[in-house]
């Protein structure tokens, strides 16, 4: 999430101060992204240096309030309207993990999969039932529906997310299987555990609560 652009899309809603950012940012998110007020003040002190805002007076509390400039909107509407870039995706953690856990000495990464998928399928529930809850707020009509919406959107992402990395783990163990079966790897990195037949029987998403396979999509 970008920082600078998400201030920006709060501010064109009308002047803020630093702290007000800082929650109305963690409300749209659900604080999936949680800020401090430093990162808040240091990013607009940037976008001002940028001129992409502007001290805009004080509240009567006295508060510093910043408004978005001409300059500003300009750019908001260039980052809705530009895809988000996937030439050089983040580092993801379990990719590195597992990439150097391939042929590392000692290491069971049949394990290491396994400890992550139970991980990742405790997310997944733990997501749907934070979206079971939007969704009710949405159809109470209690709280702002703005931010519920915007919430739960954030939460069929984490959810969509999760499936896909659930989706991969059960990948990569059939691929050692494979592997192993060929010779390329030592039988103890990818042998199934006792009872096991090698390649998993069915796929992780079909092992999630019923619950939470309903509410895919």
């Given at each position: 999430m970008s920082i600078r652009h998400g201030l920006l899309a709060l501010l064109e809603r009308g002047p803020r101060y630093g702290s007000q950012l800082r929650t109305e940012?963690?409300?749209r998110t659900g604080s999936?992204?949680?800020?401090?007020?430093g990162q808040v003040y240091t990013t607009l002190a940037r976008l001002e240096r940028d001129?992409?805002?502007?001290?805009?007076?004080?509240?009567p509390a006295g508060h510093t309030l910043y408004a978005i400039t001409d300059t500003g909107r300009r750019e908001l509407r260039e980052w809705y309207e530009r895809p988000?870039?996937?030439?050089?995706?983040?580092?993801d953690e379990l990719a590195i993990k597992l990439a150097m856990a391939v042929g590392a000495p000692n290491?069971?990464?049949r394990a290491v999969i396994q400890s992550q998928r139970h991980a990742t399928v405790q997310a997944m529930q733990d997501y749907t039932r934070l979206k079971a809850q939007a969704l009710a707020a949405i159809d109470s009509g209690r709280g702002s529906e703005r931010d519920d919406l915007a919430w739960l959107l954030v939460l069929e992402q984490l959810i969509f997310q999760t499936e896909a990395e659930?989706?991969?783990l059960d990948h990569c163990e059939t691929r050692l299987v494979r592997l192993s079966a060929s010779g390329q790897l030592a039988?103890?990195?990818a042998e199934p555990p006792e009872g096991g037949t090698g390649a998993p029987t069915t796929s992780t998403t079909d092992r999630l609560p019923r619950t939470a396979r309903a509410r895919r999509g």
């Open positions: 940012f963690e409300s999936t992204w949680p800020l401090n007020v001129g992409l805002v502007a001290p805009g007076g004080e509240d988000v870039d996937r030439a050089n995706p983040p580092r290491v069971d990464i659930a989706r991969w039988p103890a990195e």
